[in-house]
């Protein structure tokens, strides 16, 4: 552990950012943690505030400290909700990278956070606990023993999906699929980790919907994590070197767009430039990496009107914005076009649609107890607008929100974006 | 504080509804006034009306003053802890209790925030009409405690036009029921002493609210103008027509500026815009903005842009509902000036506040409710400049001595609070302030009820920071409370 200076000195060069806070609170209202909590420790005024007297030695960094910036779930809705424009993203990063460097978790919080992080971010290790993880589904239907597990544990349990993919390479996307037609677009996969164990059948979807699209799809086969999970805990050196290692498997390419399909790598890789700026070998690499990547919604949508095809799915759909695509990369507008541009298909409103799912990268997993308020909620909320279909962007958010859909008891089906484009296909 | 003070407190909370730890209480210091700052000795965060009482009755037990607060959003400190004082953070109590249409009213706890009401009652084709920029999360409590308004306040009038009854606890820990379903009540009209006390005399723990039905129809006018005075002028002959908008508001160049930086409202360049929104039956909205139009036309205005659908109408209101916050786009720092003047004196008073911008060396934002002679002016400085803070501040005091000189008022909607009680004899005698410290010491004699807040000077009943002390003279018998 580092002892040089005061644990929040590494904060200091943040300090402009931190002014530009003018301490109105509009931004309390969408902050999922204020919601719950309802406590100004637990807002982002409240954060900034902390870290500001961080810096200035009025604050230490203490259990109770740590906890308030534990429970922010990243989702970066103060971003959107700032009229000041305050840029929170760095200044947590850095905040959760001084944690940990100068604080000491309880042993058995350490030992569960490394256990994650030997385990998520390699999709290989991730995908030999999946089936274990599908047999626990067992579990699920007895709660004494359930009971008796740790409160993490037995979250953990419920989140497992149902049908991990099949054996160890089901759910691959083929190295190369060809554009069908002209070719319109050169484009490299991202096939992430937890999408690529779980949700193989999203990226296969993505492949074949942006193949239809005319895009020559390459998913380089042996990619690692793009970094996300290991960079929103603070880990922000093993970050770094998820994001030279990925770089590196796509480089030597010409793409027109690197495509990602789940929100919270997206925004990750889109900082990749950012994160490496001090990197004098990498700063300039990972500008131009980060230049190119796109959400699939990005990409789909310049490429609209469609020109594949498309049948008639009569289907009421509720879109719900990922956090990290619509606050961290403002992707609003282009899910909604392409759900548009499914015949049939009606978009309906959700309400609270800005308030985060409580997915939130390993959130659900080191805060369950918040994370499941928030999924309750969130699922409460789509149930008024009585869909067929949610749809979202990141694999994160299905998790969640099939976990308690499910529990309670509600039938409407949750997919992928690229899922319902690639089911709107005919061929 | 006293331990066993606080443990009394932790008992009567659900858990985790007392803060202690110095971390948590640091963030307490302030509400949107971030130059006041004081850390109190414990904050509540209670879950129920019954826990607030309970709260209540153990500060009134031992002496200890303290504050309620809602979002912490006041603009005059009026959240303002006292120094080792009880702050009571009514977040939790953030429940809608009742919505009834038919009767057009919906029965809230005081942490329910002004947009949430609106949002929930939407669907049934209703609305909450107070409309402070601040609704995303001002709470109720707090607008009912200062009183608040917006935009809207012009045709619909403020707070106490829509609250009909309000649940407190007083300062003695009595629980009591003020107002209720009626428009008119016998009796004395103890809900408007109530509505605008900024939390001075009770700690609203329920309230029940008025709302409306939607208009028919709604349009919304942003007009360009070349001068501030020209577009004051257009306000002055809209309203000289007999005709009462929805609303009008006033910005000037700079906060365009600041706006469009955060919002991107697609304001028109020019030196001032005005929003005109009209509300009612169809026919009388297209008769009346035919006037409005040919009087905007009259006075020059430089481009005219009209929005009939809701996401248009949000975009405008978009960008004057971000005017304070987005100052922090193009200044580091920023003080927000809150007087009334007659809308006659408008030109008079901002041509003072433009020969002031120009000695001062501080840039001036304005905003108004140009329609009720609201002013919102904002003062740029750098806090990081030794003195500019304390400079933004007499800079400010000085525009308020405009409003005052004009026969206008002190405060618009932000609250006298801690920051503008040195300046209430200007606008009122002794015998005007007595009277009201009068009903002040009959709800609260021990002083003990956000004390330091409204009035100028520490008073009789014990308006003095800190735990309350006996006053000297009552000590020694010279005077006795009441
Ligand atoms: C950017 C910005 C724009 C604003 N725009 C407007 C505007 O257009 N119009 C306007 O009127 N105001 C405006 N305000 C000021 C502020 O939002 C209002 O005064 C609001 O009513 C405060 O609500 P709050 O919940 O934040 O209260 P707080 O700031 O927490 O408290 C305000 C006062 O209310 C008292 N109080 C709070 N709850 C209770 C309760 N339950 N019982 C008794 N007393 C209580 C407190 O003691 C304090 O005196 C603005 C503020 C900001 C930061
Ligand atoms: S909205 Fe922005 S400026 Fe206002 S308190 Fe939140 S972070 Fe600070
Ligand atoms: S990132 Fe989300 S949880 Fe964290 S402070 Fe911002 S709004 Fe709150």
Redesign the interface.
Known sequence: MDTQGSAFSSLAPLEPLMDKCVHCGFCLSTCPSYLLNGQEMDSPRGRIYLMRGGVQDRVAMSGTVVEHFDTCLGCMACETACPSGVRYAPLIEETRAAIERHHQRPLADRLFRRALFLILPYPRRLRLLAWPLATVHVLKRSPRVLAALPARIRHLIALAPQRPAGGPTAGDVPERTAAIGERRRRVGLVTGCVQRVFYGHVNQASARVLAAEGCEVTAPRRQGCCGALALHAGRDEDARQFARDLIRTFDGERWDSIVINAAGCGSTMKGYGELLKDDPAWAERARAFSSKVRDISETLSELLPPRAPRRQLPLRVGYHDACHLAHAQGVRAQPRRLLESIPGVTLVPLADAEICCGSAGIFNLVEPEMAAELGRRKIARLAEATPDVVVTSNPGCMLQMTTHARTAGHTFRIVHLAELLAESLTS | MDQRFLDELGAVVAPGGL?T????L???????L?HLRATPGA?V?PVSADEVQAVVRLCHRAGVPFVARG???GLSGGALPVEDGVVI?L??L?RILDVDIPNLRVTVEP?V?N?EIT?RVSPFGCYYAPDPS?Q???SIGGNIAENSGGAHCLKYGFTVHHVLGVEAVLPNGDNVHIGGAALDLPGLDLLSVIVGSEGTLAVVTKATLRILRRPEAVLTLLAGFESIDLAGEAVSAIIGRGIVPAAVEMMDRLTIQAAE???QPRFPDANAVLIVELDGPQAEVDEQFAVVESVCRAQGATSMEIARDQAHRERIWRGRK?A??????VS???YVQDGVVPRTKLPEVLRRIRDLEARSGLRIGNVFHAGDGNLHPLICYD?SVPGQAEHAEKVASEILLYCIEAGGSLTGEHGVGADKKAYMPKMFSTDDLDAMHLVRCAFDPAGLCNPGKVFPTPRLCGEVPGPYRQHPLERAGVVERF
Do not use: K, Q, W
Not at chain 2, 21 to 24: S, V
Not at chain 2, 26 to 32: G, K, L, N
Not at chain 2, 324 to 329: I, K, L, S, V
């Open positions: 803060l730890d110095a971390a948590d640091f963030t307490y210091e302030s509400d949107a971030v904050v965060l979002h912490g959003t953070g977040s939790r953030n942490g925030t947009l949002r601040s995303i999360v001002c930086a955060a919002v971000a304070f916050a987005a100052m922090g786009r580091p720092n920023y806090a």
